[in-house]
């Protein structure tokens, strides 16, 4: 179940990271949405943040911002889960 929902979070930061990443090519220009792309979302993030009022985006970057926090506190709660490879009572 909490590997469904992971999808479905992750799917969603991925719609939200798409958003804003052309909202950066579209006003910072090429290189800035190519940073964004190499660096894997996380100056796009905070490039979003840096420009939500003046674009509009604020709760494109409000949601994205909690399926972040979600995502952790998942991968926290399901880290707990794994034994990698070694079992827990031999």
Same mark, same amino acid.
């Not at 190519?34 to 939500?52: E, P, Q, R």
């Not at 985006?57 to 889960?81: Q, Y």
């Given at each position: ?28 220009? !090429? %290189?800035?949405? @190519?940073? $964004?792309? *190499? ?5 796009? &993030? ?22 972040? !926090? %979600?995502?952790? @506190?998942? $991968?926290? *709660? ?5 034994? &990698? ?6």
């Amino acid at each position: 179940m909490l590997l469904i929902l992971a999808w479905l979070l992750n799917l969603g930061a991925l719609i939200c990271f798409v958003i804003v990443l052309i909202k950066q090519f579209q006003n910072a220009g !090429v %290189v800035h949405g @190519i940073i $964004g792309i *190499i660096t894997c979302s996380i100056w796009t &993030f905070i490039w979003g943040w840096m420009n939500a009022g003046r674009l509009n985006i604020r709760n494109i970057m409000m949601i994205w911002s909690l399926i972040l !926090v %979600v995502c952790i @506190i998942l $991968g926290f *709660i399901n880290g707990f889960n794994f034994s &990698f490879g070694t079992p827990a009572n031999p």
